[in-house]
């Protein structure tokens, strides 16, 4: 939760922005700064300091692995997120085969076994998508998500699911109303 600092009731200034009122400090440095300048852990904020930043990825839980890996199968250099670093997992968008480095090495897993349950048009849909399903902890991956803005409404956004996990997935995703264009696709009564 943001708070901002004062010292014998002066508002305190950012050490990178002295313009700018700081949020918090630095659980590694114990510097102040502004929201800008702080990452959020799951109980503290860090500056951007490397060394404060490895403190955040051992508090987030975040595997120590580089930001770019190759994938096992194709050989593709991959940039991860910081979710893929925190999950260990990822869907290599050119083979598709599904890469596990919680280990600290790459390794294809054959075993995992995805269903496409839904396709999308619509960027806003696909993101409440992924959160419903993150928020769910279901496993899943987005095949085509960077095409879309390139060649609109010629390939649409694939959803798929570990098959394990469909009937959660389709409980989570029951009310969920897609759109396309900003409109909704339910055929209501009221408007037949």
Not at 15 to 20: A, I, L, Q, S
Not at 28 to 33: A, L, N, P, S, T
Not at 72 to 81: A, D, F, Q, R, V
Not at 158 to 164: P, S
């Amino acid at each position: 939760m943001p708070f901002y600092i004062k010292k014998e009731g002066i508002m305190i200034n950012c050490v990178n922005h002295p313009e700018r009122e700081a949020l918090s400090i630095c659980f590694g440095c114990k510097k102040e700064f502004c929201k800008s300048c702080l990452d959020e852990g799951k109980e503290y904020y860090y500056c951007k300091n490397p060394d404060c930043q490895k403190l955040l990825e051992n508090e987030l839980g975040i595997i120590n692995i580089s930001e770019i890996i190759e994938c096992p199968n194709c050989k593709t250099e991959l940039e991860l997120s910081l979710d893929e670093r925190e999950k260990g997992t990822m869907h290599c968008p050119e083979c598709e085969s599904f890469i596990d480095f919680t280990s600290g090495i790459a390794e294809v897993i054959e075993d995992e076994d995805y269903q496409e349950i839904m396709t999308l048009l619509n960027q806003g849909d696909i993101g409440i998508i992924k959160s419903i399903l993150e928020d769910g902890n279901v496993d899943y991956y987005v095949l085509g998500e960077n095409f879309l803005s390139v060649q609109p409404l010629l390939e649409p956004v694939r959803i798929y699911v570990n098959v394990k996990q469909i009937d959660e997935a389709k409980v989570l995703l029951k009310n969920f109303e897609q759109k396309t264009f900003g409109f909704s696709n339910r055929q209501d009564e009221d408007f037949e």
